[in-house]
């Protein structure tokens, strides 16, 4: 049986020490109370990559959401350009206050998805305005 800061066994079953639950010799965390089977190589673990607890800044998540919407709804044309232009303006506000802040936040690559998204969306709508304009033009020709 192993307890706390005992050497990681290379096979079987390691006992939680705190509530007794069995656990794979593998596993870091206990499945019953989530207690740290190994503390020492939790301490290692944090070493080599600390934990990434930054908070995604809003505006990037937002203009990803918008921008993702533009592409979905660049068939619909008046309403997608502005969603676009807006998923545009809010990506390059994100990127700015990200990379102002150093990096205090996350969703820099967020807001350049974002900022790729809303182009793409506001290329395809306005090709499709371009297009629907031109057909009504011909057609009116046609008359
Ligand atoms: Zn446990």
Redesign the pocket.
């Given at each position: 049986m192993g307890y706390v800061g005992s050497p990681r066994p290379y096979t079987g079953h390691m006992k939680?020490?705190?509530?007794?639950?069995e656990?794979s010799y593998l596993s870091l965390n206990?499945?019953?109370?989530?207690?740290y089977?190994y503390p020492e190589e939790k301490e290692a673990a944090k070493l080599i990559k600390p934990e990434d607890t930054r908070k995604y800044n809003p505006l990037s998540i937002l203009s990803f959401i918008l921008g993702i919407i533009g592409i979905m709804v660049c068939l619909c044309y008046p309403m997608s350009i502005i969603n676009s232009i807006i998923a545009i303006i809010l990506g390059i506000m994100a990127r700015k206050k990200i990379l102002k802040d150093g990096k205090k936040q996350k969703g820099e690559r967020l807001a350049l998805w974002s900022i790729i998204c809303g182009s793409l969306a506001l290329l395809g709508s306005i090709s499709i305005a371009i297009v629907d304009y031109m057909w009504k033009i011909t057609s009116l020709y046609g008359k």
């Open positions: 939680c020490p705190f509530c007794g639950q656990n206990c499945t019953s109370c989530f207690a089977i």
